[in-house]
């Protein structure tokens, strides 16, 4: 009995390829959808957090407005929360896409010509060697612009609602510094420290970021060393 399957001295048939192909198709598509769902529920959190704080912040006159600076901290952990399993969810809708652009559409289209010749064999090496196509901060930036920057922008304005008419409205700058010192034990300055870093940090990242997308062709081929063509026998 052989130690393991031997595969080469048989050909695969026609029927045999696309069996297998639909049952690869149809077990990325599920763990894409899965990893799908994972996303609301980060994005549930957050916002269920945020509405405490505001809940907690405005439901007394005497409350701290750091709880809001709080909140603000606790929804930045569940962004990157959410960026990382957003890069997760991205491995498998990468591979659903190269299957559906290069195996389901030329036969919808009755030309069977796949548009990237080597489709089958970065998928076959992807799935040896499973690889993010997307970088933290293009998850991030995707995941701010998607959900996370309206929520942030609540968060902003209800500091400053909260600062400026709870308990009774600001009659004077000296007032506002006052309610953001923290009861004196840290600087009026440090809550505008951290909104301001937090809105620097959003806007670098929006601009500058790269924009997510697992279909560019030099993310998936990066892993194709010297050694993994020789462990694979890829002749490309």
């Known amino acids: 009995m052989p130690e393991h ?10 029927p045999e390829y696309i069996s297998a192909i639909v049952h690869l198709y149809r077990g990325e598509l599920f763990r894409a959808n899965a ?28 409350h701290s407005p750091w709880s809001i600076i709080a909140g603000l901290a606790i929804v930045t952990l ?21 299957i559906e652009e290069n195996f389901y559409g030329p036969i919808l289209r009755r030309d069977p010509v796949s548009p990237e010749a080597q489709w ?14 997307m970088s933290v901060f293009a998850a991030l930036r995707t995941r701010l612009l998607r959900n996370y920057l309206p929520i942030y922008a609540v968060l902003s304005v209800a ?13 004077s700058w000296l007032e506002i510094r006052e309610r953001m010192g923290g009861d004196g034990i840290v600087p009026w300055w440090i809550p505008l420290a951290v909104f301001g870093a937090f809105g620097l940090g959003c806007l670098v990242l929006i601009v ?3 924009r997510s997308s697992s279909y560019d062709l030099d993310d ?9 063509r020789k462990r694979l026998a890829i002749d490309l």
């Open 5 to 14: 399957a031997d595969y080469e001295s048989t050909p695969l048939t026609r």
């Open 35 to 62: 990893w799908r769902l994972r996303l609301d529920q980060t994005t549930n959190w957050a916002v269920l957090t945020s509405a405490g704080v505001l809940t907690y912040s405005f439901g007394d006159g005497h």
């Open 78 to 98: 569940f962004l990157y929360i959410e960026a990382r399993r957003f890069r997760f969810a991205d491995v498998w809708r990468s591979r659903v896409r190269m």
């Open 120 to 133: 089958g064999t970065l998928v076959a090496v992807d799935l040896f060697r499973p690889s993010f196509k």
């Open 159 to 171: 500091f400053v609602v909260k600062v400026g008419t709870q308990p009774t409205t600001a009659q």
């Open 208 to 210: 500058f970021g790269r």
């Open 220 to 228: 998936w081929t990066y892993e194709l060393t010297d050694d993994t």
